[in-house]
């Protein structure tokens, strides 16, 4: 029997070629940071990973890269109570931490990292995400300090290191479930 799943029904909403262009503008706000020193990228697990690799790449200098895994969606598609599976491993006090996400939906996750960074006496805590999705939210959720620019509909996206029922993370164009598998939406 095959592990294989069928690509689902699916629109392309923004093209690897956007997506590069993106990271290359992302990756031009946060090397300042690096430059200043004491930088710390830190990934949010497990969406994080592509940008955060995909942005490292694109950064010179000395910077430490790091990881952490708050997870609100542990492969669904729906947003639930906010659960830490582990914390930043690398010392952040008196550093420049620069989190990474995949993407600012609610807010929740990256205002939660951003709070425990700031706790654990980061010098600065500012937050990138790869896209932000246009969605009614929260006042006190403000937008992540820097980003790419990209802005993805208020529908179930994936690809760039979002996930699909925990497949397709690895494409490197976004792609939003087609209406009908969207609940019609």
Same mark, same amino acid.
């Given at each position: 029997m095959?592990?294989?799943s069928a690509f689902p029904a699916a629109d392309e909403i923004i093209s690897a070629a956007a997506i590069s262009a993106g990271f290359d503008q992302?990756?031009?706000k946060i090397q300042p940071l690096v430059d200043e020193g004491e930088c710390v990228l830190l990934g949010v697990m497990t969406g994080g990973l592509y940008p955060l690799?995909?942005?490292?790449?694109r950064l010179t200098g000395d910077f430490v890269v790091d990881y952490c895994h708050a997870t609100r969606y542990e492969g669904g598609t729906e947003g639930k109570s906010l659960?830490?599976?582990?914390?930043p491993h690398t010392e952040l006090a008196g550093r420049n931490v620069v989190i990474i996400d995949d993407i600012f939906d609610a807010g929740i996750t990256l205002q939660a990292v951003a709070d425990f960074c700031r706790q654990a006496g980061a010098a600065r805590v500012s937050t990138a995400a790869m896209v932000v999705k246009d969605r009614p939210?929260?006042?006190?959720?403000?937008?992540p300090d820097l980003g790419t620019g990209l802005t993805v509909p208020d529908r179930y996206v994936f690809g760039c290191g979002m996930d699909l029922?925990?497949?397709w993370r690895?494409?490197? #164009?976004i792609y =939003?479930? #087609?209406?009908? =598998?969207?609940g019609g939406s």
């Open positions: 095959s592990s294989r992302l990756a031009g690799v995909r942005l490292s790449d659960r830490w599976l582990a914390e939210r929260s006042a006190s959720m403000g937008l029922a925990g497949r690895h494409l490197p #164009a =939003a479930l #087609a209406a009908e =598998a969207n």
